[in-house]
C-alpha cells in the first residue's frame, strides 16, 4: 500500500496524521510526500535562514506593487524594453503557494533590470507628490546596488536549477529511477558552481552570476546603462560568504528532505532498462538494491503482519533466474509490453518478485496530479458557473485532464456514441 500527499500536517502529521494512522496498521506502507512539494519545502527553508534572501523578496514584492495598480506604468517599461531591445515581459509576483514561483519573478526582474530602472527614474520625475516621488527614489536607490543585482543573478541560476528539477517531479509518468539521478545531480552542480573552488581560488559561479560580474566588475565606477551603482568595500567578499551559505543550505534542505532516496535508488533494478547489457555484469548487478528492498518489504513486526510481504529467502533465488529470463527474451520490451507477458507467463514462477513489481509500480510519487485536478476545477466551475452538477464537473474534468491530443480524437467515433444514446433531431 502506498500514500502521497502534500506536507500538511493533517495529513502527514507525525502522530496523528492520516498516514501516521494507516502506517500503524500496515508496516508496509510507503508514504511520499509528494517529490514537488518538498522540493518547494527545501528551497523556502533556505531561503528564510539567509538574511539577505529577506531583503531580495522585499524588493521583488515592492517592485511588483509599483506596477500593480498601474497600467501606465507598464505601457512606460514596455516602452524602455523596446527601446532597449529588451522582451517585453511583466514584473511577476511572488506567490507562496505556487511552487517555486520566485524563479519565474526573479528571472523576470533580471532580465528587465535596466528597463525598471529607466522606468523608476521617469515616473519620479512626473510625480508632484513628495511622499510617493520619495517611496520611488528609495526603491530606485536601493536597486542601484551592486552586491544586490548580483544575488539576483544568482537566484536566477540557483532557483533556475531547482525549478527544473521540480519541473521533471511535476510530470505525468515519474520513473523512479530518474529520481535520485535527477537529485543528485542537481546538487552536484550546486556544489560544482557555489562550495568548490577553481584553480585560481574562486568560486566556480553560474552561468547568469558570471556573466554580470564580467559586464558589470565590482569596481569603481559601476554602470548599467545610465544608472550608477554603488559600492560597499566588501561588497564581493560580503556576495560570497551570502552565496556560500545560500548553496551550503540548499543541498542541507534537499538532502533533509529526501531521506528515503536510498530506497527509491534500489526500485529502480526492477526496470529492465536500467539493467546492463553485458552478461557477466548483470550476474551481480542489483543485489545489493535487492536487499534494501528486502528489508523494507520482508520485515514482519506486528502480529496482524506475521508473514511478511515477500518471502526474504525466496526471492533471492527468483532475482538470479528472473535476470536471466528477462535477459532472454524481453531484453529489448518497453515496461508496457513487458509487464503483460510477464505476469500472465511467469506470476507462480517468480511470485516475490511479482509482489514486488506489482507494489512499486503502483506508488504515487507525488500529489501533482491531485493539485493539477484542483486547478482545472478552479477553471471549469467559476463563479458565473457555480450550478453545475458534480456529475458534469467530473466530466469536463476528465476531459480537461485527458492527454489525448485533438488531432489524435476521433471525432467520428464520438459522434456515433453521441447519435446512439438517443434520437437525435440532427
Same mark, same amino acid.
Given at each position: 500500500?502506498? #500514500?502521497?500527499?502534500?506536507?500538511?500536517?493533517?495529513?502527514?502529521?507525525?502522530n496523528n496524521g492520516v498516514a501516521a494512522r494507516i502506517a500503524k496498521n500496515n508496516p508496509y506502507l510507503f508514504i511520499t510526500h509528494c517529490?514537488?512539494?518538498?522540493?518547494?519545502?527545501?528551497?523556502? +527553508?533556505?531561503?528564510?535562514?539567509?538574511?539577505?534572501?529577506?531583503?531580495?523578496?522585499?524588493?521583488?514584492?515592492?517592485?511588483?506593487?509599483?506596477?500593480?495598480?498601474?497600467?501606465?506604468?507598464?505601457?512606460?517599461? /514596455?516602452?524602455?524594453?523596446?527601446? $532597449?531591445?529588451?522582451? @517585453?515581459?511583466?514584473?511577476?509576483?511572488?506567490?507562496?503557494?505556487? !511552487?517555486?514561483?520566485? %524563479?519565474?519573478?526573479?528571472?523576470? $526582474?533580471?532580465?528587465?533590470? @535596466?528597463?525598471?530602472?529607466?522606468?523608476?527614474?521617469?515616473?519620479?520625475?512626473?510625480?508632484?507628490?513628495?511622499?510617493?516621488?520619495d517611496l520611488i527614489t528609495a526603491l530606485y536607490d536601493e536597486l542601484c546596488n551592486w552586491k544586490l543585482l548580483a544575488f539576483f543573478h544568482?537566484?536566477?541560476?540557483?532557483?533556475?536549477?531547482?525549478?527544473?528539477?521540480?519541473?521533471?517531479?511535476?510530470?505525468?509518468?515519474?520513473? %523512479?529511477? =530518474?529520481?535520485?539521478?535527477?537529485?543528485?545531480?542537481?546538487?552536484?552542480?550546486?556544489?560544482?558552481? &557555489?562550495?568548490?573552488? +577553481?584553480?585560481?581560488?574562486?568560486?566556480?559561479?553560474? #552561468?547568469?552570476?558570471?556573466? #554580470?560580474?564580467?559586464?558589470?566588475?565590482?569596481?569603481?565606477?559601476?554602470?548599467?546603462?545610465?544608472?550608477?551603482?554603488?559600492?560597499?568595500?566588501?561588497?564581493?567578499?560580503?556576495?560570497?560568504?551570502?552565496?556560500?551559505?545560500?548553496?551550503?543550505?540548499?543541498?542541507?534542505?534537499?538532502?533533509?528532505?529526501?531521506?528515503?532516496?536510498?530506497?527509491? +535508488?534500489?526500485?529502480?533494478?526492477?526496470?529492465?532498462?536500467? !539493467?546492463?547489457? +553485458?552478461? *557477466?555484469?548483470?550476474i551481480k548487478f542489483g543485489d545489493t538494491e535487492l536487499e534494501e528492498l528486502i528489508r523494507f518489504y520482508g520485515k514482519s513486526y506486528l502480529?496482524?503482519?506475521?508473514?511478511?510481504?515477500?518471502?526474504?529467502?525466496?526471492?533471492?533465488?527468483? !532475482?538470479?533466474?528472473?535476470?536471466?529470463?528477462?535477459?532472454?527474451?524481453?531484453?529489448?520490451?518497453?515496461?508496457?509490453?513487458? %509487464?503483460? /507477458?510477464? #505476469? *500472465?507467463? &511467469?506470476?507462480?514462477?517468480?511470485?516475490?518478485?511479482?509482489?514486488?513489481? @506489482?507494489?512499486?509500480?503502483?506508488?504515487?510519487?507525488?500529489?501533482?496530479?491531485?493539485?493539477?485536478? %484542483?486547478?482545472?476545477?478552479?477553471?471549469?466551475?467559476?463563479?458565473?458557473?457555480?450550478?453545475?452538477?458534480?456529475?458534469?464537473? /467530473?466530466?469536463?474534468?476528465?476531459?480537461?485532464? =485527458?492527454?489525448?491530443?485533438?488531432?489524435?480524437?476521433?471525432?467520428?467515433?464520438?459522434?456515433?456514441?453521441?447519435?446512439?444514446?438517443?434520437?437525435?433531431?440532427?
Amino acid at each position: 500500500m502506498s #500514500f502521497a500527499s502534500d506536507g500538511a500536517s493533517v495529513m502527514m502529521g507525525e502522530n496523528n496524521g492520516v498516514a501516521a494512522r494507516i502506517a500503524k496498521n500496515n508496516p508496509y506502507l510507503f508514504i511520499t510526500h509528494c517529490i514537488a512539494h518538498r522540493l518547494s519545502l527545501a528551497s523556502e +527553508n533556505a531561503y528564510r535562514q539567509v538574511d539577505f534572501c529577506k531583503k531580495a523578496e522585499q524588493i521583488m514584492k515592492r517592485c511588483y506593487k509599483f506596477f500593480s495598480k498601474s497600467s501606465k506604468r507598464i505601457d512606460t517599461l /514596455h516602452g524602455y524594453q523596446e527601446f $532597449l531591445n529588451k522582451p @517585453e515581459i511583466k514584473i511577476r509576483k511572488i506567490f507562496d503557494i505556487r !511552487w517555486l514561483s520566485s %524563479f519565474e519573478a526573479v528571472k523576470n $526582474l533580471c532580465i528587465t533590470l @535596466e528597463p525598471l530602472l529607466d522606468t523608476l527614474v521617469s515616473t519620479a520625475a512626473e510625480i508632484t507628490n513628495t511622499q510617493k516621488r520619495d517611496l520611488i527614489t528609495a526603491l530606485y536607490d536601493e536597486l542601484c546596488n551592486w552586491k544586490l543585482l548580483a544575488f539576483f543573478h544568482f537566484l536566477y541560476d540557483i532557483l533556475g536549477y531547482i525549478a527544473k528539477l521540480s519541473k521533471i517531479f511535476q510530470e505525468k509518468y515519474i520513473r %523512479f529511477s =530518474d529520481i535520485d539521478a535527477t537529485i543528485n545531480a542537481t546538487i552536484q552542480k550546486i556544489q560544482y558552481e &557555489y562550495l568548490e573552488q +577553481n584553480d585560481e581560488g574562486n568560486l566556480n559561479l553560474g #552561468f547568469n552570476l558570471k556573466q #554580470f560580474i564580467q559586464q558589470i566588475p565590482p569596481s569603481s565606477p559601476s554602470f548599467m546603462g545610465t544608472h550608477y551603482l554603488t559600492l560597499t568595500e566588501n561588497c564581493e567578499s560580503e556576495l560570497m560568504a551570502d552565496i556560500f551559505r545560500f548553496a551550503s543550505l540548499v543541498i542541507l534542505e534537499i538532502q533533509k528532505k529526501f531521506p528515503d532516496r536510498p530506497l527509491l +535508488n534500489a526500485m529502480q533494478i526492477l526496470n529492465p532498462k536500467e !539493467w546492463p547489457k +553485458n552478461k *557477466e555484469k548483470l550476474i551481480k548487478f542489483g543485489d545489493t538494491e535487492l536487499e534494501e528492498l528486502i528489508r523494507f518489504y520482508g520485515k514482519s513486526y506486528l502480529p496482524n503482519y506475521s508473514i511478511p510481504i515477500i518471502d526474504s529467502e525466496n526471492i533471492r533465488n527468483e !532475482w538470479y533466474l528472473f535476470k536471466e529470463i528477462v535477459y532472454r527474451n524481453y531484453q529489448n520490451f518497453n515496461i508496457e509490453e513487458f %509487464f503483460p /507477458h510477464l #505476469f *500472465e507467463n &511467469y506470476s507462480t514462477t517468480y511470485p516475490n518478485i511479482m509482489k514486488l513489481i @506489482e507494489i512499486i509500480y503502483s506508488i504515487p510519487f507525488s500529489s501533482v496530479e491531485c493539485e493539477r485536478g %484542483f486547478s482545472k476545477q478552479n477553471i471549469i466551475k467559476t463563479d458565473h458557473r457555480n450550478r453545475l452538477s458534480n456529475n458534469t464537473l /467530473h466530466l469536463l474534468l476528465l476531459v480537461s485532464l =485527458d492527454d489525448i491530443q485533438i488531432e489524435d480524437f476521433d471525432f467520428n467515433q464520438a459522434l456515433a456514441i453521441w447519435l446512439k444514446m438517443r434520437n437525435r433531431r440532427v
